[in-house]
């Protein structure tokens, strides 16, 4: 049974900790050990870039991307300045790539993004490059393209989705993040707006006053990736 704040990434302790690190609840670390044997198999090195991520970690990007300390980029790489735009569309260019704190589908630890590490290595060793978790890696000679095709065709043995598999008007495209149906979808039908609404009222969040009235759209579009189109 997961908490309200568990849902919020307030509260991590219905969480297990991998050896390298990350963090999901017990059932789907144990499917995702069984995922990644089978990749093996496959010749696939799959493992987790990035899992558990806390209300306060997810607060601050949030908050440095409204200040303009990060970049806030469109979907062909362009970046804007946070300071030219009116709240309203920072808060779009904010969260299509990044999700609002306690709205982040990576606080329930049912979701996690992976890659090939072993072709990520090599990548990286033979172009002097950087990996940078984009959707040109996922596809076509990228480093993760062969996994990924991989991923669509098994993943869901293993109770797997992608919830971000195409951008619909919300979310970007992400080929490499993975949700445990099972479980996610019984989060999604209990979430509370309320709850996150008061959660946000209380936390030093930059924007909530134009935030919190769109709630219930915001969460739809982006989180549920419901989308626009």
Not at 106 to 119: L, N, P, Q, R
Not at 168 to 195: M, Q, T
């Amino acid at each position: 049974m997961i908490t309200k704040d568990q849902i919020l990434g307030i509260d991590d302790a219905h969480l297990v900790t991998l050896p390298n690190g990350h963090q999901l609840m017990p059932e789907v670390a144990e499917k995702f050990a069984q995922m990644q044997a089978s990749a093996a198999l496959d010749g696939h090195d799959l493992q987790i870039c990035s899992s558990f991520r806390s209300f306060d970690r997810q607060l601050s990007i949030w908050n440095r991307k409204w200040q303009g300390e990060l970049p806030l980029n469109t979907l062909n790489g362009t970046q804007l300045n946070a300071n030219e735009l009116s709240d309203e569309n920072k808060i779009h260019a904010i969260m299509l790539w990044s999700a609002l704190p306690g709205a982040s589908r990576h606080h329930w630890g049912t979701d996690f993004d992976v890659y090939d590490k072993s072709k990520v290595d090599l990548y990286t060793a033979e172009t002097q490059g950087s990996f940078e978790l984009i959707p040109e890696e996922y596809e076509g000679n990228g480093p993760c393209a062969q996994l990924s095709l991989w991923l669509l065709e098994n993943a869901k043995r293993f109770g797997f989705y992608f919830p971000y598999a195409s951008y619909r008007g919300g979310v970007a495209k992400e080929p490499w993040h993975l949700s445990y149906r099972p479980i996610a979808e019984n989060i999604i039908a209990d979430f509370s707006l309320r709850g996150l609404s008061k959660q946000l009222n209380m936390a030093n969040f930059l924007g909530k006053e134009a935030v919190i009235p769109s709630l219930s759209t915001l969460f739809s579009r982006y989180t549920l990736n419901n989308g626009t189109q």
